[in-house]
């Protein structure tokens, strides 16, 4: 049974070797001269670029979103049922889109830059690229953290906290030692996703011009022709990522998370009004500036196109869109639930490697993977005489190589609730089999799982690159419209298919508000 | 144990089932051409044959082409879109498997990488080598210039006018200092017009010219052209090089105190790259492919290919849009656009050199 769950693990893995084997073969091919001119021009500010935005965008990230949960899961302020599930909307939105919004509304002849010249008779200061590339990806990215810390917060119940409190900790001192320590696998979880987001990120820092290693990659490719030299970049790329997510288990180390109290009634802290104002101007400020203000640009921008780009097609993008999310999702989360699985049943070297490989897909530029997966499906295709290329399987294999660790991630965390000992009291109980995993494992991950497909279902929804190279005929999504009205620079036209991916984003987002609350 | 994860997995299969449902029907009408591209392969297509195209110009600029090809001749045409790049590396990829028989692009510099690639094959079609002039298409026919967008300068027509401009070496004067606009150095136009100067002035005068343009930023360089012409309009810079037709979209939607400078021929004539297209090498239905690029090159195909972007016909003959020929006479630069190609990857490495970001 054992080597069953090891070599599913592997299988799954694989996925993510097809990719990673074309970069690394890439390893072996001279660049005659690209990699000293790189190494001299262009690496140098790249890399102190990517590593100040890495850190700042994960903190404000972290900062955020865990502020907005503690908020929402904790304390009882107006408008925190509202703001609850709202906080989750710019989930929807694709990075670079809110960055071209907000660089609509706050650039020169942007509404606010206008009114500020009106009012103060001087220009408004201008944010540096280092900065708008960071609050924008911030803005764009805090929801995951928001998302999974509030599920820990939901979940590990307040007896924690009351029990601090009885201990005589303050309630400030009892959030920082016990409530946040306790919800650190979900936080890391959700600054694990943001940081390899962020390395992955193009579209956003294109936006504000700030030169990124991803924007060193692409212009290795496209600039320099130099293939190759791509491939070795995102090599060096994944070798960080790597690091990164040993950090990560490392400072984990061998913590033990099983508190999950259910049932007992929530309660929120009493806080007095002036607190409760404050906590609902953050929630606010962040709603109005991570979603609604860009919004509001973005229909401002629909309606003044909507006679020339509103059309039926739209029905179709539609329709690829949602179906290719929906599938994604289901298969993803299944392949997370079964990562899981084996890494519990048959712990290990063996699947603690494929469950690292099968998740740094997420942190690679979408381009450099999708080439990657693609040539060797292709090259794979030709030795096994199976085409797949053509049809949607390479398309959801590849997507299921990008998003695994956004399918596991959730998952992981949820599968540390379920501890050796609940199976072992289950089994006393006479609880064994299916109905063990009917009704003992499952209420514990279904929460777990609903996010995790929840977040595969819009990140596809927003997925670029990949839907771009292995669709076939037919399959142009909402995302794919996007591209081809801002490869011509026609920003405002893109504002159409880019509300349509909220409005569609909407709909889970609101089912998993009502679950995850449920759950809690 | 084992078991029982399949059986939660199966709790999945009703989604997953429906999903592939609603997806067969979205793929249904697809499927049969793929099919009849794969079927008519490798040298005898059938009569009106459909022809896959991969292309990286923009969907709204080539769909209404291809309709009006389609209702001429009874050919279907099918098209995917992407970068540049990653189309030719899926052309590399599928091999003699490939569905597409043309691809279409823009810059000269990405059609003569594709030549290099060996994803394209000559045509040989006198209709195309007399249309075409010479250096706007491969010397072997590999592909074929099919429009021109020239990257000129504009400037403020509140601050300066025609008499105080020159061309494009001049920007590097220390007289701009402080007023001159430029677009990112990641954009290809940039590296090709760049490539072009050191086809002209060879790499050290070129990389000064481009140090003393730097030199002269009255801003951070600009993500796209739109907004350096927004620049100029709110009398933040004086000067800037941009594509024409953005700045006749722009006038589209109002009066703008900006105005273009053509480089005079004196001088070298003003920048041009193409949009083009050549046959891919493994075409499935290259006769098509053909007919298609010769259509291109028609009156027809050559001012409906212009006028929906405000480019230039690269058939000297054909008018211009109006809009287009309100900015008096352009003679385009005659140097061959396949340095532009072969010296930019040098351009990119040059302007990475000269800080130009």
């Given amino acids: ?520 | 144990m084992q078991v029982n994860i399949v059986t939660a997995s199966l709790r999945t299969l009703p989604l997953i089932a429906i999903a592939v449902l609603l997806g067969a029907c979205n793929g249904s009408d697809t499927d049969t051409a793929n099919d009849t591209a794969s079927a008519t392969q490798p040298s005898a297509p059938t009569e009106n044959a459909p022809v896959v195209v991969y292309s990286s110009r923009a969907e709204q600029l080539i769909e209404p082409l291809f309709a009006a090809f389609t209702e001429e001749t009874g050919i279907e045409v099918q098209y995917v879109t992407d970068s540049a790049q990653p189309l030719i590396e899926r052309l590399k990829a599928e091999g003699e498997d490939t569905p597409a028989s043309l691809l279409l692009t823009v810059d000269a510099g990405v059609l003569w990488f594709a030549e290099q690639q060996g994803v394209l094959q000559p045509t040989n079609s006198e209709i195309l080598d007399s249309a075409v002039p010479e250096a706007f298409r491969d010397p072997e026919g590999h592909w074929y210039g099919l429009s021109l967008r020239a990257r000129t300068i504009v400037y403020d027509t509140r601050e300066l006018s025609v008499d105080d401009l020159t061309g494009y070496a001049d920007l590097a004067d220390e007289k701009w200092k402080g007023r001159l606009c430029l677009r990112t150095s990641k954009k290809v136009y940039n590296q090709s017009l760049v490539a072009m100067m050191i086809a002209e002035f060879g790499e050290e005068q070129a990389e000064a010219l481009v140090r003393g343009w730097v030199a002269n930023l009255a801003q951070p360089v600009f993500s796209n052209d739109t907004k350096l012409i927004e620049a100029i309009e709110d009398g933040r810079c004086d000067v800037g090089i941009v594509n024409s037709y953005y700045f006749g979209r722009l006038q589209r939607t109002r009066e703008l105190p900006v105005a273009i400078f053509w480089q005079p021929e004196a001088l070298g004539g003003a920048h041009v790259n193409v949009s083009g297209a050549g046959v891919t090498a493994n075409a499935p239905n290259a006769t098509g492919a053909a007919q298609l690029l010769e259509w291109f090159a028609s009156d027809k195909g050559q001012q409906m290919f212009a006028s929906l972007n405000l480019e230039f016909p690269v058939v000297a003959s054909i008018p211009v849009d109006p809009i287009v020929a309100a900015w008096g006479e352009m003679a385009p630069s005659d140097q061959t656009l396949v340095d532009a190609g072969r010296l930019q990857a040098d351009a990119v490495k040059l302007m990475d050199r000269a800080g130009y970001r």
């Avoid at chain 1, 690496?43 to 850190?55: E, I, S």
């Avoid at chain 1, 990560?248 to 309660?267: I, K, L, N």
């Avoid at chain 1, 994604?328 to 699985?341: Q, R």
């Avoid at chain 1, 450099?368 to 499906?377: E, Q």
């Fill in chain 1, 1 to 520: 049974m054992l080597p069953g769950w090891r070599a599913l693990a592997a299988a799954i893995a694989l996925l993510m070797l097809l990719p990673l084997g074309v970069v690394v073969a890439a390893l072996a091919i001279p660049t005659d001269g690209v990699w000293t001119h790189l190494a001299t021009y262009v690496l140098p500010d790249v890399l102190a670029n990517t590593l100040t935005l890495v850190v700042s965008v994960a903190v404000l990230s972290a900062a955020l979103g865990a502020t907005a949960a503690w908020l929402t899961s904790m304390v009882a302020f107006p408008g925190r049922r509202f703001f609850a599930w709202a906080l989750l909307l710019p989930l929807a939105l694709p990075g670079y889109v809110i960055a071209f919004a907000l660089a609509g509304v706050f650039d020169y002849s942007g509404t606010v830059a206008v009114l500020w010249r009106g009012v103060f008779g001087a220009t408004m200061p201008r944010l540096d690229a280092a900065s708008a590339s960071a609050l924008c990806l911030a803005l764009t990215l805090y929801p995951y953290v928001y998302l999974l810390t509030r599920q820990a917060f939901l979940t590990q119940g307040q007896r924690s906290l009351e029990v601090a409190q009885s201990l005589g900790l303050s309630r400030t001192a009892g959030f920082w030692r016990v409530t946040l320590p306790l919800a650190r696998p979900w936080l890391a979880t959700g600054v694990a996703l943001v940081v390899m987001e962020t390395l992955a990120d193009f579209g956003t820092v294109k936006v504000f011009n700030y030169d990124t290693f991803t924007t060193a990659i692409y212009s290795a490719w496209f600039g320099l022709f130099s293939l190759p030299a791509a491939l070795q970049l995102s090599a060096l790329l994944l070798l960080f990522v790597a690091l990164a997510v040993s950090a990560e288990r490392f400072w984990r180390g061998r913590a033990r998370y099983v508190t999950h109290d259910r049932g007992a009634r929530r309660q929120y802290l009493i806080v007095n009004r002036w607190q409760a104002a404050l906590a609902c101007l953050f929630c606010a400020l962040l709603f109005a500036a991570a979603f609604a203000v860009p919004v509001v640009q973005l229909l401002l921008w629909s309606i003044e196109t909507a006679s020339t780009e509103l059309n039926s097609r739209y029905w179709s993008f539609l329709r690829a869109s949602i179906v290719l999310a929906l599938i994604a999702a289901a298969l993803i989360t299944t392949l997370g639930l079964l990562l899981g699985y084996s890494e519990r049943r048959a712990p290990g070297r063996i699947t603690r490697w494929a469950t690292r490989i099968a998740t740094l897909g997420y942190a690679m530029p979408g381009t450099v993977l999708a080439v990657g997966f693609f040539v060797a499906v292709s090259a794979l295709g030709d030795v096994v005489d199976v085409r797949l290329t053509g049809t949607i399987a390479v398309l959801l294999l590849a997507y299921a190589a990008r998003f695994l660790a956004v399918g596991h991630g959730p998952l992981g965390s949820a599968f540390e609730r379920v501890t050796p000992n609940i199976d072992d009291a289950s089994r006393g109980l006479g609880v064994g089999g299916f109905a063990l995993l009917h009704r003992v494992h499952w209420p514990i991950l279904r929460s777990g799982a609903a996010i995790a497909a929840l977040l595969v279902f819009v990140d596809v929804m927003k997925e670029l690159p990949i839907t771009l190279l292995t669709r076939p005929f037919g399959w142009d999504t909402l995302a794919v419209r996007i591209f081809q009205l801002t490869t011509e620079g026609e920003w405002q036209r893109a504002a159409i298919p880019a509300l349509a991916i909220v409005l569609a984003g909407l709909v889970p987002v609101l089912w998993l508000h009502r679950h995850s609350d449920r759950a809690g």
